[in-house]
């Protein structure tokens, strides 16, 4: 069996939500899984990771988890709707949160 090497620089991922203990996540049936796996092992090869997602996102549990937020470099979101606490909780463990 042949073995995939990835390479990654930076990864710009999407995802449906981010809370303390689930870190990122992703949702949905069957083909959702295998979106957040790949962006799993993405994750874990890129050496830097960046999430894009609406401040909706922000303190959001959903079904599979993509990596933890300490896997995470950067989080770019909406200012609008953002939860200052929720975003407190990402900046405390090292995730820059970048506001457009």
């Given amino acids: ?25 992703g949702t949905g049936p069957a083909s959702f899984l295998y979106s957040a796996h790949t962006n799993t092992v993405m994750i874990e090869q890129a050496k830097r990771v ?3 997602a ?4 922000i303190g959001r549990v959903a079904f599979a988890r993509m ?4 896997q995470v470099d950067e989080l770019i979101t909406n200012r609008s709707g953002a939860d200052r606490a929720e975003v407190r909780k990402l900046t405390d463990v090292g995730v ?5």
């Fill in 50 to 52: 960046i999430v894009i």
């Fill in 1 to 25: 069996m042949r073995t995939l090497a990835l390479l990654c620089l930076v990864l710009l991922a999407g995802c449906v939500g981010s809370a303390r203990e689930e870190g990122f996540v």
């Fill in 96 to 100: 820059r949160v970048t506001f457009v």
């Fill in 54 to 57: 609406d401040s909706s996102k």
């Fill in 67 to 70: 990596c933890t937020l300490a």
